[in-house]
């Protein structure tokens, strides 16, 4: 028993001598692999419209039900994505979230793609919804800006009820 005792204070001497292995994470952020699912984005196309049409296929892929879309329809006075409608509203609960990635498989324009920012951290539960302000990307230089209508609800639910336009 005593060798034991000897034997791993000799281990833990021998590592005091030896470089550190840790990296110093706020000055120096570790490289992620490349299939790594870090925070999602919702993406805009080079005119700067939105590729996010509103169709709630994410949300109905999403195993955690912690995607939200509510769809709104598009004018020639004010246009929003391509499409003929838009997500008004767009929100994801981070605290639901398991980032599997089925809401990118799921999305028919890859509107939604999740990246490799993995600084994921909230104080309180109304923080860890991302809403569509907080998951779009910034326009790009040239292009035009997409006005926002609908002001960020509360996480309901993540199917809305779809109804025939009449």
Do not use: W
């Not at 692999?33 to 169709?55: S, V």
């Not at 994505?81 to 990118?104: D, H, K, Q, V, W």
């Not at 006005?147 to 996480?155: D, E, I, V």
């Amino acid at each position: 028993m005593f060798v034991e005792f000897v034997r791993g204070l000799a281990t833990t001497f021998k590592q005091i001598f030896e470089e550190p292995v840790t990296a110093p994470y706020p000055e120096v952020k570790r490289p992620v692999a490349a299939r790594f699912k870090g925070r999602h984005e919702l993406k805009r196309y080079d005119n700067g419209l939105e590729k996010c049409i509103g169709c709630a296929l994410c949300a109905a892929a999403c195993p955690a039900d912690a995607i939200f879309v509510e769809a709104a329809e598009n004018t020639d006075a004010v246009r929003f994505s391509p499409g003929e409608r838009y997500a008004s509203t767009y929100e994801i609960n981070m605290l639901r979230c398991i980032f599997c990635g089925y809401c990118a498989d799921a999305c028919p324009t890859e509107a939604i793609v999740l990246e490799s920012n993995y600084e994921l951290s909230f104080t309180n539960r109304d923080s860890s919804i991302y809403t569509k302000d907080m998951l779009i990307v910034p326009v790009l230089p040239g292009g035009e800006p997409t006005p926002q209508k609908a002001p960020p609800g509360k996480f309901g639910r993540a199917i809305p009820d779809m109804k025939d336009p009449e």
